[in-house]
């Protein structure tokens, strides 16, 4: 792997978010052209940043260790939605978190609290999903993004797991138990419920975006 500073990796990685937002953006807009409604993209944006925010704490966690370098990388991608906050909103204030306090949890308490994060983000997910691939299947060009059937949700997932690879370099050479922890739940957030709404067309059932069936992640992203 090339070596990047510190800012690089932080640069790249907002250039993914950017991609991203300007994605998500760009198919809201489609979404209100097909259906006349007022969908508000802040509201699909802050659901992207808490799955995002789900996804990179699962890396943070695999190797046990989340480090003040991890804690500020995850910090960055909370400009429209805070998971925290949300945990804490679901649970009606009982459970009330900071990455500070998740970082000194006992591995077995954090590993926990990645399990169950599909759980709690389970509405949000589906919410995030169902207005965009309402017209995923739609050739549509809006700005300088253009998407085509079936791309959108890999368009998605890549920046994701651009941005959960740059993470897992942030601090240390990234391991494949990282690398497979991003694509597994980026599967388990929203992977999952896309390929639930489009069965039977060209995504099928699927495998996360990346990785067919069997196949192990080499620990290597292309930053």
Not at 53 to 69: C, E, I, K, W
Not at 148 to 170: C, H, K, N, W, Y
Not at 183 to 189: F, G, Q, R, S
């Amino acid at each position: 792997m090339v070596e990047f500073d510190r800012q690089d990796i932080l640069d790249k990685a907002a250039e993914a978010y950017d991609h991203a937002e300007a994605t998500i953006r760009a198919m809201d807009s489609v979404f209100q052209s097909v259906t006349g409604s007022n969908y508000d993209a802040e509201l699909t944006l802050a659901q992207f940043d808490m799955i995002l925010q789900g996804v990179l704490l699962s890396v943070a966690l695999a190797d046990g260790v989340f480090s003040p370098l991890e804690q500020d990388f995850v910090r960055q991608f909370a400009m429209h939605g805070d998971l925290l906050e949300y945990i804490k909103n679901d649970s009606n204030s009982s459970v009330e978190l900071t990455w500070d306090l998740i970082a000194g949890l006992p591995e077995d308490v954090a590993a926990g609290l990645v399990s169950i994060l599909p759980k709690v983000l389970d509405d949000q997910c589906e919410s995030f999903i169902y207005p965009l691939a309402a017209v995923d299947f739609t050739y549509s060009q809006v700005g300088n993004v253009i998407t085509t059937p079936g791309e959108f949700l890999q368009s998605i997932e890549a920046d994701m797991i651009r941005i959960a690879g740059l993470l897992a370099f942030v601090d240390s050479d990234g391991t494949d138990e990282e690398i497979n922890a991003a694509v597994a739940m980026i599967y388990e957030l929203e992977g999952k419920h896309w390929r639930e709404i489009l069965s039977g067309r060209s995504l099928g059932p699927g495998t996360p975006a990346g990785l067919e069936s069997g196949e192990e992640s080499d620990g290597e992203i292309n930053l």
